[in-house]
């Protein structure tokens, strides 16, 4: 039931994956370095992505709208409603 030990593989291949039944010792700091390498292109792209963005027509008001958070153009625009609520 338990499927048996390890098959018998050659020990002269090599491969850059590691080969068979590859477990390299620091693989724990390989997986947090190349994570925090992935967070920091996907907060990059993230910040480039919501500068360029640019809206034709402005959400509703108390509407759920998510890029409302990061929208530079929305949260100015927001802004500017406010402040002309308040005035009048």
Not at 52 to 75: L, N, V
Request: some cysteine; proline content about 8%.
């Amino acid at each position: 039931m338990g499927g048996g030990g390890k098959i018998p593989y050659p020990k002269e291949v090599w491969s850059p994956a590691g080969g068979w039944y590859a477990q390299p010792a620091n693989w724990r700091a390989n997986t947090a370095i190349m994570a925090a390498v992935m967070l920091g292109i996907c907060s990059v792209t993230w910040s480039i992505s919501a500068e360029r963005e640019h809206r034709d027509k402005m959400p509703e008001p108390g509407r759920f709208f998510p890029s409302r958070y990061w929208s530079k153009q929305i949260i100015e625009y927001e802004r500017e409603q406010a402040a002309k609520k308040e005035s009048a």
